[in-house]
């Protein structure tokens, strides 16, 4: 299953628009603010997917029978670029645990890279419906690759995976190693660069979010 947000005209694209934008890019707590809007309506889309009961609630006058979820799901995200997004989640799902995982890219000297995990700090995922939140969904190898060490080690009921914006190549390769994954998406590029940038894509998450690294 695959969702993708602008598919509809809502305010989201607003919050889209300014994400790419090279001018409004400049300011750092906009850049941040939108990922967390976005990270907000993706949280709100996946919560209709969850199993529901009544819960009896008593107000000032009375009780009130209202439908509200079985179970928060476990929030995920890889550092450091996914971190303003993954608030957007957490605003909404705010009962959630949250897993972190540090992972970077290795670049040969050929140009090609291998994906390297240095840390996961999780709590147990058994049984548990988890939500990765990335910005960008490139390649998707970093994601599969994050996503399988998570497998072998729980059985996990459900997972999703949710971006701001993923190339039509980083999907393939996660339906293809990732087939019970579902995918939610705010937009959908079809081009990457040789050092696999999405194009148009909105450059580099991490620096705009926090600042360049060295």
């Not at 090279?22 to 889309?45: H, M, P, S």
């Not at 107000?59 to 995200?77: H, M, R, S, Y």
């Not at 998450?205 to 926090?210: E, I, T, V, Y």
Request: proline share 3%; aromatic share 8%.
């Amino acid at each position: 299953m695959v969702f993708i947000l602008n598919k509809t005209n809502t305010i989201a694209n607003q919050f889209l628009a300014e994400l790419r934008d090279v001018n409004i890019q400049q300011d750092k707590t906009r850049f941040r603010r939108n990922q967390e809007k976005l990270g907000e309506i993706l949280a709100y889309e996946i919560s209709k997917t969850l199993a529901y009961s009544e819960k009896e609630v008593q107000t000032p006058l009375g009780i009130a029978n209202i439908n509200t979820p079985v179970e928060q799901p476990v929030l995920c995200t890889i550092l450091r670029a996914g971190l303003p997004f993954h608030q957007g989640f957490m605003n909404y799902f705010d009962n959630s645990p949250s897993a972190f995982v540090t992972a970077y890219r290795k670049v040969k000297k050929n140009g090609t890279f291998i994906i390297n995990i240095d840390h996961i700090s999780t709590p147990d995922l058994d049984g548990k419906i988890l939500i990765i939140c990335d910005t960008m969904l490139a390649t998707g190898q970093s994601l599969v690759r994050v996503c399988k060490e998570l497998i072998a080690q729980y059985k996990i009921k459900e997972l999703h995976i949710a971006a701001v914006i993923a190339s039509t190549e980083g999907i393939a390769h996660v339906r293809a190693n990732l087939s019970k994954a579902k995918l939610w998406l705010c937009a959908v590029d079809e081009e990457m660069t040789s050092k696999a940038y999405i194009v148009p894509g909105l450059g580099d998450a991490g620096d705009l979010a926090f600042g360049e690294k060295v």
